[in-house]
T-cell receptor, first 115, second 114 residues
Framework: AQTVTQSQPEMSVQEAETVTLSCTYDTSESNYYLFWYKQPPSRQMILVIRQEAYKQQNATENRFSVNFQKAAKSFSLKISDSQLGDTAMYFCAFMKHDNNNDMRFGAGTRLTVKP | DVKVTQSSRYLVKRTGEKVFLECVQDMDHENMFWYRQDPGLGLRLIYFSYDVKMKEKGDIPEGYSVSREKKERFSLILESASTNQTSMYLC?????????????FGQGTRLTVV
């Protein structure tokens, strides 16, 4: 089974600054998806950004971007111009790209944006 | 909008009870998942289903079973609840269409077993 590792249990950043959350994964698959999900105090999981493994270009969604290093099996999330509303748990996730595409998550990083 | 609905937001059950957690999605998704979320451990996959009546064990299936009789509904069953099953349970659904996929989550059920 695939494993996802987030090595930073907690991080903090000043409002308007930039922060990078780390994620590594282990798989023998060649075709897969990677995701970052956000879980605010409301508990609702929200998709932040996704990346297809076959795409070399790093995904970007407004203030959120990733650094996808396929050979190194690394998938970090960069949040620019951090806002108070970015305070949440962030989970990195891996999904196989086949008919039985189960999804595995990391342990999460708790991000606090300070005013 | 895709909607994944879990039957309860909070639940308190007694040790030894049989517990049913229900999840319904309204977007005709093939894949459905049950996760358990605990502090420091993230989301751990209990079971997933890729079609009606089909199921696969995840990382922590012991003490749980699942049922998927209809495409839109995926039930998690605790055969005999124990205190170590006190946790947050999250249901999700997804579909892979045209190379695009995304998982959508319910609001979670916080289960306390006393």
């Amino acid at each position: 089974a695939q494993t996802v590792t987030q090595s930073q249990p907690e991080m903090s950043v000043q409002e308007a600054e930039t922060v990078t959350l780390s994620c590594t994964y282990d798989t023998s698959e060649s075709n897969y998806y990677l995701f970052w999900y956000k879980q605010p105090p409301s508990r609702q999981m929200i998709l932040v950004i996704r990346q297809e493994a076959y795409k070399q270009q790093n995904a970007t969604e407004n203030r959120f971007s990733v650094n996808f290093q396929k050979a190194a099996k690394s998938f970090s999330l960069k949040i620019s111009d951090s806002q108070l509303g970015d305070t949440a748990m962030y989970f990195c996730a891996f999904m196989k790209h086949d008919n039985n595409n189960d999804m595995r998550f990391g342990a999460g990083t708790r991000l606090t944006v300070k005013p | 909008d895709v909607k994944v609905t879990q039957s309860s937001r909070y639940l308190v059950k007694r040790t030894g009870e049989k517990v049913f957690l229900e999840c319904v999605q309204d977007m005709d998704h093939e894949n459905m998942f049950w996760y358990r979320q605990d502090p420091g451990l993230g989301l751990r996959l209990i079971y997933f289903s890729y079609d009606v009546k089909m199921k696969e064990k995840g990382d922590i299936p012991e003490g749980y079973s699942v049922s998927r009789e209809k495409k839109e509904r995926f039930s998690l069953i605790l055969e005999s609840a124990s205190t170590n099953q006190t946790s947050m349970y999250l249901c999700a659904s997804s579909v892979d269409r045209g190379g695009y996929t995304e998982a959508f989550f319910g609001q979670g059920t916080r289960l306390t077993v006393v």
